[in-house]
């Protein structure tokens, strides 16, 4: 298997991109659906910036009492929250909550805690 070899951060590549999509997007001549689907790409990159970027809190309970977990980036929410989703299945870890910046509930937005 391959190893990726580019030096830039996944938040820098996110940034080129949507430096290019904005350009491409401002290019004269394009079609309708053309724009539609740059634009389209521009809102899911912005998403993805958003994503790496956002803080969140991931709290539970278990025997000993409650967890939070502050200031998390959405990547270690997922590897925490692999983590504590095998707690659930094993019944030993309870009441799993992650909220964002504005505090609203999007703990079903992390794949470690769908089905």
């Given amino acids: 298997m391959p190893v990726p070899t580019d030096p830039r951060s996944p938040q ?3 940034a080129d991109q949507l430096a290019a999509a904005r350009r491409t997007l401002t290019q004269e001549g394009l079609s309708r ?3 539609r689907e740059i634009a389209d790409r521009i ?3 912005e998403e993805q910036d ?3 970027t956002a803080r ?3 709290s539970y309970t278990t025997a000993e009492g409650p967890v939070t977990k502050a200031e998390l980036p959405a990547l270690r929410v997922e590897r ?3 983590l504590v989703a ?3 299945d094993c019944g030993e870890v309870w009441d799993i909550e992650v909220r964002d910046e504005a505090g609203g509930d999007v703990t079903c937005d992390f794949a470690c805690f769908t089905d």
């Fill in 12 to 14: 820098q590549r996110i």
């Fill in 33 to 35: 659906s053309r724009r």
């Fill in 43 to 45: 809102k899911d990159l």
């Fill in 50 to 52: 958003r994503r790496l």
């Fill in 56 to 58: 969140f809190t991931l």
């Fill in 80 to 82: 925490i929250g692999t």
């Fill in 86 to 88: 095998r707690g659930a």
